[in-house]
C-alpha cells in the first residue's frame, strides 16, 4: 500500500515557530539537536499509525501525535496524547437493608 507521506519522508520540515512548538508540545531536551530529523525518525518507524484526514496527515506513534500537511509536508504541530479519565456524570448513594445495613454507594458513569 501507497503511503505518500512516507514516499516524501524527506521533503519534511517545520517552520522556525514550529521546531519551538514541538519542543514544548513534546518536551524534548536539548539532546534533540534537529526536531525535523527526529520527527522524521518517528514516522518512519514500523509502528507508527498513519492516516490521513482532509489536508492532514496525522502520525501517531508512541505516546505522540505529529499533524502534517498533507501538501507541503510541513509538520504543524505535535501533541502527546495523555488517557482522559472518565467524569463522574450521576451519583446515587441508596441505603439498601441488609443485614448489616451499612449504605453503599453506586457510582455511573454516563458517557
Same mark, same amino acid.
Given at each position: 500500500m501507497k503511503n505518500e507521506l512516507l514516499e516524501n519522508i524527506e521533503?519534511?520540515? =517545520?517552520?522556525?515557530m514550529g521546531i519551538d512548538r514541538i519542543r514544548r508540545n513534546l518536551r524534548l531536551g536539548d539532546d534533540v539537536k534537529d526536531v525535523v530529523v527526529w520527527c522524521r525518525q518517528k514516522i518512519l518507524a514500523t509502528d507508527a499509525?498513519?492516516?490521513r484526514q482532509g489536508k492532514n496527515w496525522y502520525v501517531k506513534i508512541d505516546?505522540?501525535?505529529? =499533524?502534517?500537511?498533507a501538501y507541503s509536508f510541513t509538520i504543524i504541530?505535535?501533541?502527546t496524547m495523555i488517557k482522559?479519565?472518565?467524569k463522574i456524570k450521576h451519583c446515587i448513594y441508596l441505603k439498601v437493608s441488609r443485614p448489616t445495613s451499612i449504605p453503599f454507594?453506586?457510582?455511573?458513569?454516563?458517557?
Open positions: 521533503k519534511l520540515h =517545520t517552520t522556525p499509525i498513519i492516516t505516546g505522540c501525535e505529529f =499533524t502534517v500537511n504541530t505535535t501533541h482522559k479519565k472518565a454507594l453506586i457510582v455511573l458513569t454516563i458517557a
